[in-house]
């Protein structure tokens, strides 16, 4: 359960976070983000939670221009970013307001 609001029949539940590369208007550089709802988690800002043996010492994988490397990673890799994003997404603090866009 997220405590983010996602609209009924939404495609991106917290169980479905699909990965993408976007841009705001505030912030036009391309960058990491996953789906939620109709927001997006940007993942750069919230790399220092990946800590993972998997991710830990490649945490800037989430401000590439392209998912390339992060799909380099593998399964292990993709598992233990999604349990994290979960976690994020399920722990709701003063801090979560900023990291969606």
């Given at each position: 359960?997220?405590?983010?609001?996602?609209?009924?029949?939404?495609?991106?539940p917290i169980?479905?976070?699909?990965?993408?590369?976007?841009?705001?208007?505030?912030?036009?550089?391309?960058r990491v983000?996953?789906?939620?709802?109709?927001?997006?988690?940007?993942?750069?800002?919230?790399?220092?939670?990946?800590?993972?043996?998997?991710?830990?010492?490649?945490?800037?994988?989430?401000?590439?221009?392209?998912?390339?490397?992060?799909?380099?990673?593998?399964?292990?890799?993709?598992?233990?970013?999604?349990?994290?994003i979960q976690?994020?997404?399920?722990?709701?603090?003063?801090?979560?307001?900023?990291?969606?866009?």
């Amino acid at each position: 359960m997220s405590f983010i609001e996602v609209p009924q029949g939404s495609d991106f539940p917290i169980e479905n976070l699909p990965y993408g590369i976007f841009s705001t208007q505030e912030n036009p550089k391309k960058r990491v983000g996953v789906a939620i709802g109709d927001q997006i988690l940007d993942l750069s800002t919230v790399k220092h939670f990946f800590t993972g043996p998997q991710l830990q010492a490649r945490q800037n994988v989430f401000e590439q221009e392209t998912l390339n490397e992060f799909m380099s990673y593998g399964k292990a890799a993709w598992s233990e970013a999604r349990e994290t994003i979960q976690k994020i997404l399920s722990q709701q603090t003063p801090f979560c307001e900023t990291m969606l866009s």
